[in-house]
């Protein structure tokens, strides 16, 4: 006779993934009151880590920061149990006689007698939804789980490189591995010149690397207004790295094997080749064709191609975008899947009022849309939205993208220091905003433009370098 087969676990809220976006929905929901059960399931090991730096300080940290000690969230003080395995599937349970019942809300452990009882778990999404609708996660170590709601915040994954030995750059692992390839003097072809790209770039470039970033587009950081890429350009330039643009690559062949890593860790590090077929990662030298007819010579090739949505787990389950997205409202609650699904960070893509789609959501969207998930999962009002804001550092400068700046500027301001772009709509109101090396423009901006603001911007005022930018920006 067969065992019988273990008892699923069963907890009030699933999320998944281990990254920035993980914990700190985690930690919103603590925040705002939950008493259930919340369990974190990451695949990647380790406490959740910062993975900005792992471009920005590749050459001057050895590991990234935990962010437990920049004071978001500790799954230990938070009571919340962290789980390493990844998510194999998950499947709905709504209507099914075996979910079990949950405590939550005001029958939760931790609720005092007469105080105010927390808020219950809210699955519900509207008229004829089920009441009580349940999840079934299954684990990659066979482990089940049975959830009243499921987070995805299982981020992204950067898409592999099609040619033999090349690298991407996504977890702590592989920047160690980079880095150790990576002695003064070694020859690093970076595929792509978008944020990652031109980080790595710039950090590779300092650190005595001789360094080669291709790109399709004509300039730099193609999904950034045009007129910063075209200023970031000099960056490049200044820091003695060649950047040819409006070419790909067509194909990456390895010419000769190296006698050994310039640095030894070089070969335990590597870690498997990103591409088919293609064998071990480094060393030795690779000749890579542009689609243009050109060669450069290699001893490294970094693949910064952009990211995907880490989401195949929820295939079967849940209907996603030709992206692999989960299509979310404003608070992370999935818009066409079952009652349970909430999503945020890069594995969401946000639906707009005006029914244009925002994907992914970058670091500050990664720490602050949790706790607007957090208060509709607990049938709270949730705080108005924060502008959509990116920032980098490359070359040893800052780069900040706010709002929705599309086509040309409408108003440059600029100094000796740096300059900052502005656009308007038609009326006169201020959608968005770009900045390269003006930090002190960025505080303003993002309080004009939180919740969805759009006030009046004096165009005047704003142009003057030596007036206070937020003078001329009308108080709402």
Known sequence: MRPPAARPEQVDVLVAGGGLAGLRTAAALREAGLAGTVLLVGAEEGDPYDRTTLSTHLFTQEAPPLLSAGGLGDLDALGVPHRRAAVRSVRDLAGDDAAGDYTTG???????PGTTPRPAVRTTTGPGAPAGARAEVTLDD????????????????????????????????????????????????????????????????????RVTVVETADEPLGRAPRVLGRHVRGWFESAGVELLTGTGVSTVALTREAAGPADPAA?????????????PADPGERVVTLTDGRE?????????????????????????APTG????DALGRALDGPTWLWAVGDAAATVRPDGRTEPGAHWEG???????LAAGVLGLDAPPPPASYVFSEMFGHDVAVLGDPTGPPTVERSDDAGITWLWTDDAGRLVGAATADHPRDVPPLRRALAGGGRPNLDAAVAADPSRRLRDAIARR
């Not at 595929?191 to 690397?209: D, N």
């Not at 010579?297 to 849940?318: F, I, K, M, N, S």
């Not at 990664?366 to 607007?372: F, G, N, S």
């Open 106 to 112: 005001e029958d939760a452990a931790g609720s005092t």
């Open 267 to 279: 070969a335990s590090d590597a870690g498997p080749a990103e591409g088919p077929d293609a064998g």
């Open 142 to 209: 066979g482990t089940v789980v049975r959830a009243r709601v499921v987070v995805a915040a299982t981020g992204a994954r950067a898409v592999a490189a099609p040619w033999p030995g090349a690298r991407t750059l996504r977890s702590a692992a592989d920047a160690t591995g980079l880095r150790a390839a990576l002695a003064p003097g070694a020859r690093l072809v970076v595929v792509g010149a978008g944020w990652i790209g031109a980080e790595v770039a710039g950090a590779a470039a300092a650190a005595g690397v």
């Open 325 to 328: 997205h989960v299509r979310v």
């Open 366 to 372: 990664a720490l602050h849309h949790p706790t607007a």
């Open 296 to 320: 450069v010579r290699a001893d490294v090739v970094l693949a910064a191609l952009g990211a995907v949505p880490e989401t195949d787990w929820l295939a079967g389950a849940a209907p996603l």
